[in-house]
């Protein structure tokens, strides 16, 4: 017997599957447009997911999903995005944007041969529905325990219940998603054999808000790891990170592949290519974190049958590309219109692109090498940041020195004394700065900082110069001109925030009691008290912090968090954002001060049986951080984004 | 030339596909193996050798725990403190436990001598030995990464089940049911 639910994805997916037929038969089935049973198709998912989203809200606990994820004790915000913070849910969540996508190109696109990219959409439609059906159903029945219901769900990882991940997996998923337009408009191409250049202006709008949409949904994820994870980093080269950064780093690829291609027809096989690769990329991210090859806090519970049903689809999906892609290569021929010289943006967008591809090599690398060692020799190591320092820093400074020319080069053909005029004054003030901070810190910069701080800086400053030059001369500013600076500029200073917040950054462990004093970083930390307080699903231990800085006065208050009803434990930092800098607290288990005599102990201990910790005999491990320039490192992103959804817009008629 | 060109694409993919079914495969064979509640999926505890390392216990007195201790036996050990709240709640699944041919290892986890000592008279002590970790080192070699936690070993000396958190009665019944299956 099929539920409700049930029915709608079902029919969802038969829709889905006449789009897809549509591509290899003439025969329509049903007499209505491709466009409309696009539409009809994006209705029903939108249904199934308005309808569990409405029984996570009522706590329906027929449905095991909401049984095992879900409770009634739970906020209602959380209850919602409860509906995404397990797999099965995350799948029906990814279906939902994907087929909002859909249905946005059915009505926006002007592509000659849409209904051909909407029966691939419809394919991945298909195929994603049926993995999900048949493997993570989120609409199956709890098991009954004697005919009877469960009173109670079982709740959810207490990590998840945080506003960062309310709004991570949507905008990422929109990111990933939208990539696979880009990819069915190539395959599109690459089937009719059209070699005409006219499709990159087509995919381009959705492949600059998709890449935005990453773009924040990573640095998103990243705010979520700094905030609950209580590390006081924010990225840690983890391999689930690390794969959310490959479409990333392909789709920047594929940003400024699309406009050679527009302008010249120049790279087309490439452009295709990492039309191709960049929504592979989100697959292969997407299997390897579900299949439980990688672990982190996105495996849930891992089956071996979802791993390799979803392998399958995968394989299914790159071969019939890759196959199409090989036969293209050979038989299709792309004339570029137009000279190139050496010095030209083409040739530095070229340079970018092998760099990018390093990149991304690199990642791969990291993330396959230990497979093959742990199934040829049995050796397990892991990749992490010492490796990553190695290899993917070198590139990336090249990576930003090519940058700081993008804005200068001009298409087809630039004069190099017209580039090193250009660059002079912003390397010049770049080299002064960096210069003062290498004597004033000869403590925190260290060489490579030295390196990082220059090439940043000289990106940064080399886009305001730029601008500024721009605006005084009265000169026309178009909207790809501000969008590039914004995306460029804002890179240089992400690079910067990062490379002084490695250089900057303090922290210090101390075991405090209510009542400590500590001067550190400039503040006095005072650890004023300790008091249990409860919410609707967790009881919390909370210390107060003072923060005193000559005149100004904040409160701080970590927590240790008991949630209910799987008594997992959480840490929750505070964390007080400044522009300049962040501090950050975090403290752990509560433990006997050393000092306490034995007697006051035992009152401590039978006071903690009632159930209250709120004794001064108590002492915590407080680590606190001092974290500079967090601030701009969330905001470059959110600039660079923006930067994309400006160049996405269409021009002025 | 050109001709074998073009499959080269597909061979890359081919390969990466055959690496990543390799792995995924093979992940199926343990799957029945490792059993936890702990929230970041299996444990990697399970099936390594209890640590060499020899400690002492606090009950009986003048006693040692090394690995010998576990031969011959299914041991289910549980590490607490006097000072852990989630181990007073747990502690009376763990009373549950006793019997049922089972060795019962209590360990002593960062906490002083007499206070566990005394935490145990004052809520019953259901532990055949409680050895002494008090500098935390026995739960590094075990991978702790915070009290209670909760393994169980075959009489191999094998580590062959892990909780992370508080038991209750579902895991219990768990290791119930694995002890007499064997």
Redesign the interface.
């Known amino acids: 017997m099929l539920n409700v639910g049930q029915y709608i994805f079902l029919t969802s997916q038969v829709l889905a599957a006449l789009q897809m037929l549509r591509l290899f038969t003439r025969e329509k089935f049903v007499k209505i447009s491709q466009e409309n049973l696009t539409a009809a198709c994006s209705f029903m998912v939108l249904s199934a997911y308005i309808f569990l989203t409405w029984k996570f809200v009522v706590s329906d606990f027929s449905y095991a999903l909401i049984y095992k994820q879900s409770n009634t004790l739970k906020p209602l915000l959380y209850k919602i995005t409860g509906l995404w913070a397990n797999h099965e849910g995350s799948m029906l969540l990814f279906i939902f944007i994907l087929s909002l996508y859909n249905f946005a190109y059915a009505v926006l696109s002007r592509f000659p041969r849409k209904e051909e990219v909407l029966g691939f959409q419809g394919a991945l439609i298909f195929f994603l529905i049926s993995y999900t059906f048949f493997t993570s159903d989120p609409f199956s029945p709890t098991q009954l325990l004697n005919g009877q219901l469960p009173q109670q769900g079982l709740g959810m990882?207490p990590?998840l219940q945080d506003i960062g991940l309310a709004f991570h997996p949507p905008i990422l998923y929109t990111g990933f998603a939208g990539f696979s337009l880009a990819f069915s408009i190539a395959m599109v191409v690459l089937r009719n054999k059209l070699t005409d250049k006219s499709f990159a202006e087509f995919s381009r709008p959705w492949v600059l808000f998709s890449w935005s949409s990453l773009s924040l949904g990573v640095a998103l994820g990243s705010w979520w790891a700094y905030r609950e994870l209580g590390w006081g980093g924010f990225w840690f080269w983890d391999p689930v990170e690390n794969v959310s950064l490959l479409p990333w780093l392909f789709g920047t690829a594929l940003i400024h592949l699309n406009y050679t291609t527009k302008k010249f027809n120049r790279f087309t096989f490439v452009t295709l290519l990492f039309s191709i690769l960049t929504f592979l990329t989100a697959l292969l991210g997407f299997?390897l974190v579900r299949?439980?090859?990688l672990?982190?806090?996105h495996?849930?519970?891992?089956?071996?049958?979802r791993?390799?049903v979803m392998?399958g689809i995968?394989?299914v999906i790159?071969?019939y590309a890759?196959?199409l892609?090989?036969?293209c290569?050979?038989e299709l021929k792309f004339i570029p219109e137009g000279r190139m010289d050496f010095i030209s943006r083409e040739f530095g967008i070229l340079l970018q692109i092998v760099l990018l591809a390093g990149m991304g090599i690199t990642i791969m690398r990291g993330i396959?090498y230990p497979?093959?060692l742990?199934?040829f020799f049995d050796t397990k190591i892991s990749v992490g940041e010492p490796y990553f320092n190695l290899t993917f820093i070198p590139i990336s400074f090249m990576f930003i020195f090519l940058a700081v020319f993008a804005p200068i080069l001009k298409w087809q053909k630039e004069r190099l004394s017209t580039v090193v005029k250009k660059s002079f004054p912003s390397f010049v003030v770049s080299a002064v700065i960096t210069i003062y901070l290498r004597i004033k810190f000869p403590d925190n910069i260290s060489p490579i900082i030295t390196i990082s701080i220059f090439l940043c800086l000289w990106l940064f400053l080399s886009c305001v110069g730029l601008t500024i030059t721009r605006m005084v001369k009265r000169e026309k500013i178009s909207k790809s001109f501000v969008s590039m600076m914004m995306a460029h500029g804002a890179f240089g200073l992400l690079g910067l925030a990062i490379t002084l917040n490695i250089a900057f950054a303090e922290d210090t462990e101390r075991l405090m009691k209510p009542g400590d004093k500590i001067n550190f970083g400039g503040y006095d930390f005072t650890l004023r008290s300790s008091s249990i307080r409860k919410d609707s699903n967790f009881i919390a231990q909370t210390a107060k912090f003072e923060v005193a800085k000559e005149n100004s006065i904040i409160a701080l208050y970590p927590e240790n968090r008991?949630y209910f009803p799987?008594?997992?434990?959480t840490h929750e930092a505070d964390v007080h954002y400044g522009v300049m800098e962040d501090i950050y607290i975090n403290i752990g288990?509560?433990?006997?001060s050393p000092d306490a005599k034995h007697k006051k102990?035992?009152a401590a201990?039978e006071d903690?049986?009632q159930g209250g910790y709120n004794s001064a005999e108590y002492a915590f491990p407080s680590r606190i951080y001092i974290k500079p320039f967090m601030f701009f490192i969330w905001f470059s992103v959110l600039v660079m984004a923006f930067g994309g959804f400006i160049a996405m817009l269409p021009k002025k008629k | 030339m050109k001709k074998y060109l073009q499959y080269i694409p597909f061979l890359a993919i081919f390969c990466l596909a055959v690496l990543l079914f390799v792995k995924v495969n093979g992940q199926g064979k343990d799957a029945g193996k490792s059993l936890t509640s702990g929230v970041f999926g299996s444990s990697p505890m399970v099936g390594r050798d209890m640590p060499d390392e020899v400690i002492n216990t606090i009950f009986p007195a003048k006693g040692k725990i090394d690995n010998l201790t576990y031969r011959g036996k299914y041991t289910v050990v549980n590490l607490f403190a006097s000072w852990c709240a989630a181990c007073a709640y747990e502690h009376k699944f763990i009373k549950g436990l006793k019997g049922n041919s089972i060795q019962l290892i209590g360990i002593s986890w960062r906490d002083k001598a007499e206070d566990s000592f005394s935490w145990l008279i004052k809520n019953g002590n259901p532990y055949d030995v409680v050895g002494n970790d008090s500098l935390g080192k026995y739960g590094i070699y075990l991978g702790i990464t915070g009290i209670p936690e909760t393994f169980v070993v075959s009489p191999e000396g094998k580590i062959i089940m892990h909780f992370a958190g508080p038991v209750g009665d579902a895991e219990v019944a768990q290791i119930k049911e694995l002890v007499a299956k064997h």
């Open positions: 990882n990590l299997f299949s439980g090859i672990t982190s806090v495996s849930f519970a891992s089956d071996p049958t791993g390799l392998l995968v394989f790159s071969s890759m196959i892609y090989g036969k290569l050979t396959i497979l093959v742990d199934m008991i799987s008594f997992t434990k288990e509560s433990e006997r102990v035992k201990m903690n049986q």
